[in-house]
């Protein structure tokens, strides 16, 4: 059915241009009131810090290999201080924050302190917000933890990719994998909420052995959830290309057999939790508010799609004349897609697909995945089976050129 293997979420995205209504002015459209029914509605808030001490040899994320600004997290707040007071934002309630990079751990311990004291300040947190801080072991430092600790961060993903010492030297990362076991161990014996970690597989030289070790020591650690990447060969990296599809499918069962005899499950495509809510990416599947700060920070509010300048005097210069910022609005449709997508992505096909698609061509596709072993049957609705996780994206992409190819 499928040729090549789609890893990420983003090869399953459809055409975003014939949904955009133009631009709009963020100071004006966000300075509404929301109606009372959609007072309550929870929302999330995407921190970026684009800033890495060093350059991991798999990473194609938004980031530069340099100390943070000075100023970095006094940016950060100013950026807040901007959208506090818009109606819009006044009245809605975040329940999900997430610091993602980059490696928002470079910022330093009193950076960071400031920011995290500032979110409650100026916006309306649930009772039980989750806050997440993306991290490498090498940057958690004692003095980051213990102030995480007093400052009420719940969650974190650690970005460990593998235990393996020369897996470890392969893909840049800092540190053996035995300091990296005993930096999860003692955030585990701290009491964080949940503690998460990065899993890469399928990497160059490593064996089905490696991978059983790996996720030995997740079983031991008892972490509360997973991500677990194939290896994807990024542009300007040093790793040589990833094994073929028939490795990835290995390792790929090796994973989900293993872990779910474990008692872990599948909260979406690439992503096995016991605890785990992941509260930030669920409540995103959900087409949920997400409001971005930072430098190269991305979401969108209201319908209204708004993208940081990753250059950072642009993004100050952003601040300084906030009044003049723009977003892009987007019509409703395009969030209805969205939410299709998030349904995917967590791993089911929604109940009433037949809004998004057209009936003849997707009951024929349906058969087929059914046919091979993708989805099944549970109640009156159909969820991906562990083959159909593992082709999860493709399923995703297909079902949205379904649609896209319908136009509007």
Known sequence: ?????FKTHHSAMAEAARYTRGPRKVSEFLNVTLPDE?????????????FCSKICSFCNMRRSLQLPRENYHTLLIEEM????????????????????????????????????RAL?????????????????????????????????VTRFSVGVQTFNDEGRKL??????????????????????????????????????????????????????????????????????????INQDTV??????????????????LTKMVTRDQYKYVMNRHEGMDTLPLGAGAGGSVGGLMLMNAINLDQ?????????????????????????????????????????????VQYEKTLLEMLEKGYVEKEGNSYHFTSKGIFWGNNISRLLYDMRVQEGE
């Open 1 to 5: 059915m499928f040729k090549e293997r």
């Open 171 to 244: 893909m840049g990362r800092i540190g053996s994998g035995e300091t990296a076991y005993e930096k999860l161990k003692q955030m585990k014996d701290m009491g964080f909420k949940t503690l998460s970690m990065d899993l890469i597989y399928n990497y160059p030289g490593q064996t089905k052995e490696d991978l059983e070790e790996d996720l030995d020591k997740i079983i031991a650690l008892e972490l509360d959830g997973f991500s677990m990447y194939s290896l994807i060969d990024m542009k300007a990296t040093t790793i040589e290309d990833a094994q073929d």
């Open 315 to 359: 993004y100050e210069e952003s601040i300084k004349t906030f009044g003049e910022r723009n977003g892009m609005l987007f019509s409703p449709a395009y969030r209805d897609l969205a939410i299709f997508k998030g349904t995917l992505q967590k791993g089911y096909l929604p109940e009433d697909i037949s809004v998004y698609v057209d009936r």
């Open 120 to 152: 409650r300040e100026y916006f309306n947190l649930s009772a039980d917000v989750e806050i997440t801080i993306e991290t490498t072991v090498t940057e958690l430092t004692d003095e980051k933890l213990q102030m995480f600790k007093e400052e009420g």
């Open 38 to 50: 959609a007072v309550s509605k929870k929302a999330t808030i995407y921190i970026h810090v684009p």
């Open 251 to 268: 390792f790929f069962d090796v994973i989900s057999e293993k872990m779910k005899k474990a008692g872990y499950r599948f909260l979406e």
């Open 81 to 116: 201080k901007a959208y506090k007071d818009l109606d819009y934002i006044k009245n809605l309630t975040f329940d999900a924050i997430y610091f993602g990079g980059g490696t928002p751990t470079t910022l330093n311990t009193e950076a960071l302190r400031e920011v995290l």
